[in-house]
């Protein structure tokens, strides 16, 4: 099968004009100018005015939390947000998850995500979500586990032959997520990074909140005093960051993405490279909480791999009506870096965040072996306009591929037509 579009961009190399896309079974197997194809006009479907390009990749995501959408206002103090956030979980029974989980996996796929790093709570409910969605996934299971008193081993095992018992029906690979240095206890985070050096994915958020960098390097603060009163053991704490504490636990490794890490510095961001840490820098929830500025030329100077993620409508700016959209997102990160190109925040939200998930050469462009997972952007512009026109696309995606088949909207009612 081929595709015809005014525009394709493979994101792995220059957007090309009147280009052509050749699927075979649910892998790309040619992408060329149309002129250069052999075939005749009608062996090929002309998608017309419109840009093809990568589906995009969702580097960290709470599809669970996406009806608290206009929930929770800025709160004063980050430890204050997390009592929020709680409550309202508190609330949230099986049906209400379910609701939101799947509408969160809905608004992805029309906001042109094929490829999602979601981070999952309960999983009685995942085997029946996962078989909801045609999403390609990436699902982190979450843990918690920060009094002294708690059994990590036990937790991890239980939780290994949960996953091991139950897994992705597309044969997508399952990883786990110990949530944050100061609610995974060290030893947890000791015997999660045993597994990670074995090559189990995971995911970590790290660094996140001015509270959370105030904890470990001063042993002080709100977040410092509620994890106490709900007794962790703080004695990890005032021992330099958050990143040198996962360090010393030994989690930073090849193959862990750190989510946010807002608040680093020099000596954390060298060690970051040096471990080749991925780190998913979620831009709205960014603003959302009004971090100081995001460390982005340092970590580029350093080699550090940076890519985009949504987080969750928990943490998103604009009220109810607010979607999880990674063009949004592409556009705050633009808001706040104005000196980076439009072509490498496509990559943070394509390339970076495939190799992130080590998907490399299989999403995330569009190249001879990767999987055909595709979008289509109305489009009628310049070639040179083209990654331009992809940060300032709003709404809904035209059309969208997965695994070869064309699944949003629909079959019947993707926008194509015959050469």
Not at 46 to 75: K, Q, W
Not at 89 to 94: G, H, L, T
Not at 282 to 302: E, I, N, Q, T, V
Not at 331 to 342: I, L, N, S, V, Y
Request: glycine share 8%; proline share 6%; hydrophobic share 45%.
């Amino acid at each position: 099968m081929w595709l015809r579009a005014r525009v394709v961009w493979p994101v792995s190399c220059a957007p090309i004009s009147d280009g052509a896309v050749c699927i075979e079974g649910n892998s790309i197997t040619a992408v060329e100018r149309w002129s250069d194809v052999s075939i005749s006009g009608s062996a090929a479907t002309d998608l017309g005015e419109v840009i093809l390009m990568p589906g995009l990749v969702n580097a960290h995501c709470h599809f669970d939390y996406t009806d608290f959408a206009g929930r929770i206002s800025p709160a004063a103090s980050f430890a204050q947000w997390i009592r929020h956030i709680v409550a309202l979980k508190a609330d949230f029974d099986d049906a209400a998850h379910w609701q939101s989980w799947l509408r969160g996996a809905a608004q992805c796929l029309a906001h042109g995500m094929t490829t999602v790093a979601n981070i999952e709570t309960r999983r009685e409910c995942l085997p029946g979500l996962w078989q909801q969605t045609p999403l390609r996934l990436r699902p982190f299971i979450e843990m918690i586990l920060l009094r002294a008193d708690s059994d990590a081993d036990a937790a991890l095992s239980e939780i290994l032959r949960w996953t091991n018992q139950n897994p992705l029906p597309r044969g997508d690979r399952l990883g786990l997520s110990p949530h944050a240095p100061y609610t995974a206890k060290p030893d947890l985070l000791r015997r999660c990074a045993a597994r990670l050096a074995d090559g189990l994915p995971m995911a970590m958020h790290l660094a996140e909140s001015a509270e959370e960098d105030d904890m470990f390097r001063n042993a002080r603060g709100p977040l410092y005093e509620m994890l106490a009163d709900a007794g962790r053991e703080m004695s990890d704490c005032g021992l330099g960051s958050a990143v040198l504490h996962a360090d010393r636990c030994g989690i930073l490794n090849r193959g862990l993405i750190a989510v946010h890490c807002n608040y680093v510095d020099a000596a954390d961001i060298d060690l970051l490279a040096k471990r080749g840490v991925h780190v998913a820098h979620c831009p709205r929830s960014h603003s959302y909480f009004g971090h100081r500025p995001f460390p982005l030329d340092a970590m580029a100077k350093a080699g550090v791999n940076v890519c985009l993620g949504t987080d969750s409508l928990a943490t998103v700016r604009g009220g109810a009506r607010v979607e999880l959209d990674m063009f949004a997102e592409m556009r705050q990160f633009q808001r706040a870096h104005p000196e980076t190109a439009p072509t490498a925040i496509v990559h943070m939200a394509t390339l970076n965040a495939a190799r992130a998930l080590s998907l490399q050469g299989c999403v995330g462009e569009l190249a001879p072996q990767s999987w055909a997972d595709l979008i289509a952007l109305p489009f009628a512009g310049p070639l040179a306009s083209a990654p331009d026109a992809v940060l300032c696309h709003a709404g809904p995606v035209r059309a969208v591929m997965l695994n070869g088949q064309w699944i949003w909207p629909s079959p019947s009612s993707a926008p194509v037509h015959a050469g």
